[in-house]
């Protein structure tokens, strides 16, 4: 099976500046996840889609928001970026017999300049 | 709220050395217990998983880790290291199986020659 896809994989930006993510999980893979890395912070968890719906969300600002198709591929926004926005955005899709396990892909680096 | 600590931010040990890294974490009932593996620029890759069962699990690459109830302990170890594994590691909990992850801080990796 193919693994978690994202695209783009760079992205440079500006404040203030809108960026769209995408995430297409693991085939058969019904939930994705969004975790924002940074090296003052760490692994954050932002938010979780399953079956189109907002599962669950993390403490982040209204600027980021998400959306799930209905084919599962998920998109991220983040809406007027923050110099501090500039991060590894990492989507995982969860599989396992429970549904337990979180498979990452490769992440989009966002920088915003 | 749950939490995972991974005290030690670098390790460096020789070519052929063994190798144990620490993670304790916080959680009130059984926690799902994982391993990750960060490669520069790259996603994070699963090297274990625990939520039941035998409390020594056995992951790629030749890792293991043991749970310890008594210690909220879930310690990575290698027997052998080799160049190839230096990397970041993670430990991370999740408080069900459908629930989101939360992150230690890491451990960098590094393997002298």
């Known amino acids: 099976k193919a693994g978690v896809t994202q695209t783009p994989r760079y992205l440079i930006k500006t404040r203030g500046q809108q960026v769209t993510l995408s995430c297409s999980p693991i085939?058969?893979?019904?939930?994705v996840s969004w975790y924002q890395q940074t090296p003052g912070q760490g692994l954050q968890f932002l938010f979780e889609?399953?079956?189109?719906?907002?599962?669950n969300k993390g403490n982040f600002p209204g600027r980021f928001s998400g959306r799930q198709f209905s084919n599962s591929r998920s998109e991220m926004n983040v809406s007027t970026l923050e110099l501090g926005d500039s991060a590894l955005y990492l989507c995982?899709?969860?599989?396992?017999?429970?549904?337990?396990?979180?498979?990452f892909g490769p992440g989009t680096r966002l920088l915003v300049l | 709220a749950q939490s995972v600590t991974q005290p030690d931010i670098h390790i460096t040990v020789s070519e052929g050395a063994s190798l144990e890294l620490r993670c304790n974490y916080s959680y009130g009932a059984t926690p799902y217990l994982f391993w990750y593996v960060q490669s520069p620029g790259q996603g994070l890759q699963l090297l274990l998983k625990y939520f039941s069962g035998d409390t020594l699990v056995q992951g790629i690459k030749g890792f293991e880790a043991e749970f310890k109830r008594s210690q909220s302990s879930f310690n990575l170890r290698k027997p052998s290291v080799h160049w190839s594994d230096a990397a970041e590691y993670f430990c991370a909990v999740g408080e069900g199986a459908g629930n989101m992850l939360t992150f230690g801080g890491g451990t960098r990796l590094m393997v002298k020659p």
């Open positions: 889609y399953f079956s189109e719906t907002q599962r």
């Open positions: 995982a899709s969860r599989g396992g017999l429970l549904g337990e396990t979180q498979y």
């Open positions: 085939s058969g893979h019904r939930s």
